[in-house]
Structures are given as C-alpha cells and as structure tokens.
C-alpha cells in the first residue's frame, strides 16, 4: 500500500554500527610551552624581587658601617605607633602618616636658637642638593615638649621662613620622654646636635654626627636612595 511502513510491526531495528572515537592526547609541544612560561613568570618575578632583597641585605645584613660617614642604626628602630604627635595647631597626627618617604629629621626647641637655625638651613641645604632625588625626601622637625605642657609658638619670622613654597618643613611636637624613647643621641651629645634618616618603612636607620659635614652627609643619603630606587618612589 502506497505509504505504508514497509518493515513487519514489532521487528526489531538495525543496530547502528559501532564507530571507534580517538580522543586526542596532549601536544607535548603545548605543554613545554606551558613550562616555559611558568619559569619566564618565575624569572621576572625574581628580578623584580632582587633589588628589594639586594638593598636590604646591604644594609641590615652585611652592615657595611665602613662605607658609611653617619653611624648606621643596627638593629634599626620602628617609629612607634602609639607616639602621640600634634602639629604647630595642636593637632594630633598619626604616626603612620610620617610613612612612605625618606625622612631627614632633626630635633630642636620651639625657641629655636641660633644653632636651631642653622641646622634648618643645612637640613633645607641638604634636601636640595640630592637634586631630582629631593622629591623622596621630607624634612621634618621635632619639637620636644614636657609631658602634658605645650611650649610657646614658633617665631612669626620663623614660621614664615620654614613656610615658604617648595622649602616648607613638617614641623610636628611630640613628649620629650617619648621622644628619647625612640631616638637616641651619640654618647656624651644631645639629640639637638644630630640629624637622624628614617626610611620609607618608618625605621629610625641613621644618625648623622655632631655638626656633621654636608657633603659627606649627603654621600649617605645618596647611597641609601640609589640602594632603594627600585621600590621606593618619590610623593606620600
């Protein structure tokens, strides 16, 4: 009959035929290439790693105080946290925020004499002289005060000199006893007859000496930033 199944009702369907799939393997060229992009990766990652590692080992392994015109602070001395700092308004400033650049600090009264005066000259002197290098490098002053007592305001000359563009000068108070606390002054001196470098990381590394040289002075400083190039940068 015209349109008719033509197979008996009930008869079982052919079988399909077996087919053989080959799956395909591994290229093994694809998977040196793999192994050979995981040891690039691992390359870069360790000369970018190498200077970090290079620098701090120089300096807080191998100590070389031999090379070095300030004294080199070994173990160096953390900022400490809970140092309770205001500034020339009486407000408090968190230690945390002295973090992320050089520091070039001195430590000097709120009278400020002559003495104070030229060793914010030299510190201003010292900053410009490492040329492009300056913008790593803030200058701060210290201010020491009896526990619980403010000292009088800074000179209005003073005030207007330290604040001039591009010379400006963190200027911050601080506890005398907290202060001695943390940095300390070369056997027989004063905190005032010293400068004193603190790293990016907060950590008290240097002190220069009494009435130190510049030049020589700034050799340490310019060691310290070539040493530091790779991981640290200029602005907080």
Known sequence: M???NSSAPGAASAPEPLSLAVHSLP???ALARQKQGRWRMLAVLAMCAAPVVASYFTFYVIKPQGSAYGELITPTV???ADLPLR????RPVAPSSLRGQWLLALVQPADCPSGCERALFVQRQLREMLGKERERVDKLWLIPEPEGAATGPLRPELLAAISQPGLGVNVLRVPA???AAWLKPAAG???SEHFFVIDPLGRWMLRAPADP???KLKGDL???LRASASWDQAGR
């Open 177 to 179: 006893e907290r202060l």
């Open 27 to 29: 290229d093994p060229r």
């Open 189 to 191: 001196r004063q905190l």
């Open 213 to 215: 040289e510049p030049r």
């Open 87 to 90: 500034d020339l308004q009486g």
């Open 78 to 80: 953390d900022l400490p």
């Open 2 to 4: 015209s349109g008719s």
């Open 222 to 224: 310019d060691k310290l």
